[in-house]
């Protein structure tokens, strides 16, 4: 039976995310809590329906989120039938909605393919330890690092990128700048006299993510991108709490994966991204 999730259902869904925990071909997108009050508090904002046996335990997780104008889909995580749990939530959805799995996650892939989902790309991510991490030499010659980037250049940068992040394309002033205040934010900024010709972000904690890092399309084939990502491995690992770093690239991306495993990078995991757009 499917239904909308209830209080009472807390522990069956943390305990379907220790299972999906267990195995990394099960990965889906799915909440962040582990524990009862933040499932609670993590769920207050979302549509989120189960799918539960005959004793009511439940068998199948599936959620809608908010994204921008569009929304994004949790699931469907579960050991009984996926289809059910991911029809009734998906008929609440008012737009275009995303959904994340395993590359490897085959019987979720096919569910949301048979839902109208059409695969968009694959990202790769890799993974640094502290103690894989070696030296990593300063910037040379006329290079120089520096901690920030103006407000147009940080634009301009993202606009002549690949991947571009339409969102930040949108930032005003403001939202920029509270974004270069964030504790955990670290910008790198590779400078040729006074041009800036690359640029990378990271997000530090124990894990610290290589958000992002680009050379402008003019400045390619200089190896700036090894001296970008030197920089970022020393600065992530120079903070005591940082036991590695991660990295991701699109499946489009075949520079910046040889750049990551050329540096010690280990391949961890595909993700695919799927879209449903009904409006279309």
Request: proline content about 9%.
């Given at each position: 039976m499917i239904r909308p999730m209830q209080s009472t259902d807390t522990p069956d869904v943390l305990?379907?995310?220790?299972?999906?925990?267990?195995?990394?071909?099960?990965?889906?997108?799915?909440?962040?809590a582990r524990t009862p009050h933040d499932l609670r508090l993590e769920s207050e904002d979302k549509v989120c329906f189960v799918d539960v046996d005959e004793f009511d335990g439940v068998r199948t997780y599936c959620a809608l989120s908010g994204f921008e104008a569009d929304h994004l889909l949790e699931g469907p995580l579960g050991t009984g039938p996926l289809a059910p749990a991911l029809k009734r939530v998906l008929s609440a959805a008012k737009g275009s909605v995303y959904a994340f799995?395993?590359?490897?996650?085959?019987v979720v892939r096919d569910a949301l393919e048979d839902?109208?989902?059409?695969?968009?790309?694959t990202t790769d991510?890799?993974?640094?330890?502290?103690?894989?991490?070696?030296?990593?030499?300063?910037?040379?010659?006329?290079?120089?690092?520096?901690?920030?980037?103006?407000?147009?250049?940080?634009?301009?940068?993202?606009?002549?990128?690949?991947?571009?992040?339409?969102?930040?394309l949108?930032?005003?002033?403001?939202?920029?700048?509270?974004?270069?205040?964030r504790d955990d934010v670290r910008m790198l900024v590779l400078?040729?006299?006074r041009s800036a010709v690359g640029f990378a972000e990271l997000e530090i904690g124990e894990t610290a993510n290589l958000t992002y890092l680009a050379v402008?399309?003019?400045?390619r084939g200089h190896g700036y991108g090894r001296v970008l990502l030197d920089a970022a491995i020393r600065e992530a690992f120079s903070h005591a709490e940082v036991r590695a770093l991660r990295a991701r690239a699109h499946d489009h991306e075949s520079a910046a994966k040889k750049l990551y495993t050329r540096r010690g990078l280990s391949w961890r995991r595909s993700v695919v991204t799927y879209l449903r757009d009904e409006t279309a």
């Open positions: 305990a379907l995310l220790e299972w999906m925990d267990a195995q990394p071909e099960r990965e889906v997108l799915a909440p962040e799995c395993a590359r490897d996650n085959i839902a109208r989902f059409h695969p968009m790309h991510f890799y993974e640094l330890r502290r103690d894989q991490a070696g030296p990593s030499p300063a910037a040379p010659g006329d290079l120089r690092i520096a901690p920030r980037v103006d407000f147009e250049t940080y634009r301009a940068l993202y606009r002549f990128s690949e991947d571009k992040w339409s969102s930040r949108e930032w005003t002033y403001t939202n920029f700048e509270a974004h270069a205040r400078m040729r006299g402008h399309p003019a400045e």
